[in-house]
């Protein structure tokens, strides 16, 4: 789910920069230049209260009091911060999204958004979760493309229970949502993968130990989005968060990170750039805490869909932006850095690989990241019985089992192939990824998972015989916010009502060729639109088959060309 708004806004050029404000007399509300007075009512109740307070308030009186009793303010504002989120009432159709009141949108039960900092769980925290899915939660338990699990159906009776028993096996939903650093983003791999540059747990550790939680950064512009990878294949979508960390091997200074900011998509997407500096392992979280501040101090507040720090990164560059990190935040210069090279293996860690230890790894694909508490329940024990305890979630809703000996790999695979979870799957199954949609979510539009689980069960029939070069990233969104990345995948679909043969439906605008660096790809870019390509909610499969089916035709093999390449190059009428 998402609190982002939801005005539309024109496509804009490939990899283009987020436009900072017109010049005007009134102040953007930046803390560092125009004084701490609010601005508007969101800010007015964050200085009041920015909403670490309100989990008392949670245990002692709205559980015990019940729904009815929530004040308002925190119902819609502070409980985001403990990862709480009304969900949508059902029955309420995507043509009256934007026409009622959050109040009368909104259920009497909540998403809850367990936070997992690098995707790192154990068994032990799974079976926790799963149970909890379970007893509280009507089974749902969905994987997100932030590292982290969402259930659903909670009622506020019972998240102080909840809490105990995520926090007593090390699990939290502290600032899941709100506008406070969210979860730290980590590759899936470290501390595991053979080819990897530098194990980043130590990092996210020190960041999450010190700052999730700490007043001073729970009043923030808006919602601070971060990752750091240390392996070569880049996996945490660095160029679409607000900080991110990528590991590099410097020349003289040996193996750190190179410091990107600013990237984010919604309705005015922007990908990060590089400071061009190098950040050394023991300083990642002094840097990450200066970017942090400045977003705090100098984030424009006053309108809240431009309160994101690509915003201000637009009207600074790169350039100031790294001195007044170094000037006021960090007091000293950090040395340039090069740029990571591209990307030579794909960043979801699907299949079978070797670790460092001589043991392997699986990565595995739900279908859309859907799972439930049950499966969860036996994907916990599945694990132990294959001699292991250890798994990560990914930025790309899949799953990743550690630690398996050799003579237990394929009885593993066989077992996750049982609970939904390929290790082999299709590249189409492989590549589709899908947000919330209007089943729970408050701001969309159309149903996601439901047609993209369907879409990839029949396009997997359909495709069967055709030898695709790559996996298709096919990513649903059920409204214009990009939850699920619509302008950095192959063939993305943004929710709205859309006209077919006069009548108007649930449907997607189609962004075509768009991709975050890796294996596939020199560097990130955002998709085309073609006016007018529009697709109805049940058509996802046909058009899909349509479009691939001319890629196949007319792709220069001998060039290796991508999907994104030919969508790019090859004419409106190829693409309808």
């Given at each position: 789910?998402?609190?982002t ?13 987020a436009?900072?404000?017109r010049?005007s007399?009134?102040p953007?509300g930046?803390?560092k230049?125009d ?6 009512g969101?800010?007015?109740?964050k200085q009041v209260?920015n ?6 308030r949670?245990?002692?009186t709205?559980s015990?009091g019940g729904f009815?009793s ?8 502070r409980f985001r911060v ?5 969900q949508?009432k059902?029955g309420?159709d995507g043509?009256r ?5 959050p109040h009368?949108?909104e259920d ?5 958004r367990v936070?997992?900092d690098?995707?790192?769980l154990?068994?032990e925290?799974?079976?926790?979760v799963a ?10 338990a969905?994987l997100t ?5 969402q259930?659903?159906?909670?009622r506020?009776e019972?998240i ?12 939290q ?7 406070v650093?969210?979860?730290?983003l980590?590759s899936p791999v470290?501390?595991i993968?053979a080819?990897e540059?530098i194990d980043?747990?130590?990092q996210?550790?020190e960041?999450?130990?010190t700052?999730i939680?700490?007043e001073s ?5 808006r919602?601070?989005k971060?990752a750091?990878t240390?392996h070569?294949?880049?996996d ?11 590991a590099?091997d410097?020349?003289?200074l040996?193996v ?8 984010g998509l ?5 990908l ?7 950040v ?12 942090a501040?400045i977003?705090?101090d100098?984030g424009y ?7 994101r720090?690509?915003?201000l990164l ?5 350039v100031?932006f790294?001195q ?7 007091g000293y210069?950090?040395?340039d850095?090069p740029a990571?090279?591209k ?9 079978v ?6 043991r392997f790894?699986i990565?595995?694909?739900p279908?859309?990241g859907?799972i439930?508490g049950?499966?969860?329940?036996k994907?916990a024990d599945l694990i132990?019985?294959?001699g292991s305890?250890?798994l990560r979630t990914?930025p ?6 550690l630690?398996?000996?050799?003579d237990r ?9 049982e609970?939904?979870?390929?290790a082999r799957?299709s590249l189409?199954?492989r590549?589709?990824i899908?947000c919330?949609?209007?089943?729970f979510?408050k701001?969309a539009i159309?149903?996601t998972?439901a047609?993209?689980?369907?879409a990839v069960?029949?396009?997997e ?6 030898d695709?070069?790559?996996?298709i990233?096919?990513?649903v969104?059920?409204?214009p916010n990009?939850?699920?990345?619509i ?5 993305g679909l943004?929710?709205q009502?859309?006209t077919?043969?006069?009548?108007q ?8 060729g768009?991709?975050l660096a890796?294996?596939?790809r ?9 006016r ?9 499969a046909?058009y899909?088959?349509r479009?691939?089916?001319r890629?196949l035709?007319e792709r220069?093999?001998a060039?290796d060309?991508?999907?994104a390449?030919?969508?790019h190059r090859?004419?409106?009428?190829a693409?309808?």
């Amino acid at each position: 789910m998402s609190d982002t708004d939801t005005r539309a806004t024109p496509p804009r050029p490939e990899g283009a920069r987020a436009r900072p404000p017109r010049p005007s007399t009134r102040p953007n509300g930046q803390w560092k230049i125009d004084g701490t007075t609010p601005l508007n009512g969101n800010e007015e109740w964050k200085q009041v209260d920015n909403g670490l307070s309100v989990r008392e308030r949670i245990e002692q009186t709205y559980s015990k009091g019940g729904f009815a009793s929530i004040d308002p303010t925190d119902l819609h504002g502070r409980f985001r911060v403990w990862g709480l989120y009304t969900q949508r009432k059902p029955g309420i159709d995507g043509g009256r999204t934007a026409t009622l009141e959050p109040h009368e949108l909104e259920d009497e039960y909540f998403m809850l958004r367990v936070r997992i900092d690098g995707g790192q769980l154990t068994t032990e925290q799974l079976r926790v979760v799963a149970g909890i899915s379970t007893e509280f939660g009507r089974d749902t338990a969905d994987l997100t493309d932030r590292q982290n699990i969402q259930l659903h159906w909670i009622r506020v009776e019972d998240i102080p229970e909840i809490w105990r028993r995520l926090e007593a096996v090390g699990l939290q939903t502290t600032e899941a949502c709100g506008d406070v650093p969210r979860v730290i983003l980590g590759s899936p791999v470290a501390g595991i993968a053979a080819d990897e540059l530098i194990d980043p747990t130590a990092q996210i550790d020190e960041i999450t130990s010190t700052f999730i939680g700490d007043e001073s950064l729970a009043n923030l512009p808006r919602k601070f989005k971060s990752a750091i990878t240390g392996h070569p294949s880049q996996d945490v979508v660095h160029e679409i968060n607000d900080v991110a960390f990528v590991a590099v091997d410097h020349p003289e200074l040996g193996v750190g990170y190179d410091l990107w900011v600013g990237g984010g998509l919604s309705t005015t997407p922007a990908l990060a750039e590089r400071l061009g500096v190098f950040v050394s392992p023991e300083r990642v979280a002094e840097a990450w805490h200066g970017v942090a501040q400045i977003f705090r101090d100098y984030g424009y507040r006053r309108l809240r869909n431009k309160a994101r720090l690509k915003f201000l990164l637009a009207e600074w560059g790169p350039v100031k932006f790294r001195q007044v990190l170094q000037d006021e935040y960090l007091g000293y210069a950090l040395p340039d850095g090069p740029a990571a090279p591209k990307p030579k293996t794909h960043g979801d860690h699907v299949g079978v690989h070797k670790q460092k230890d001589g043991r392997f790894y699986i990565g595995a694909t739900p279908i859309v990241g859907r799972i439930s508490g049950p499966s969860l329940a036996k994907l916990a024990d599945l694990i132990e019985a294959h001699g292991s305890t250890r798994l990560r979630t990914t930025p790309h809703q899949k799953v990743v089992i550690l630690d398996i000996p050799e003579d237990r790999v394929e009885s593993l695979v066989a077992g996750l192939d049982e609970l939904g979870l390929q290790a082999r799957p299709s590249l189409i199954r492989r590549g589709t990824i899908a947000c919330t949609g209007i089943e729970f979510c408050k701001l969309a539009i159309v149903e996601t998972k439901a047609y993209a689980t369907a879409a990839v069960l029949d396009l997997e029939k359909r495709l069967e015989k055709f030898d695709l070069p790559h996996p298709i990233a096919l990513h649903v969104n059920g409204c214009p916010n990009s939850c699920a990345r619509i302008q950095t995948a192959d063939i993305g679909l943004k929710g709205q009502l859309v006209t077919i043969d006069g009548e108007q439906v649930p449907g997607y605008q189609v962004h075509l060729g768009g991709g975050l660096a890796s294996a596939d790809r020199d560097e990130a870019g955002l998709g085309r639109t073609v006016r007018g390509l529009k697709v109805a909610a049940d058509g996802i499969a046909d058009y899909t088959e349509r479009v691939v089916k001319r890629f196949l035709a007319e792709r220069d093999v001998a060039a290796d060309e991508t999907f994104a390449e030919w969508a790019h190059r090859a004419d409106e009428e190829a693409l309808q």
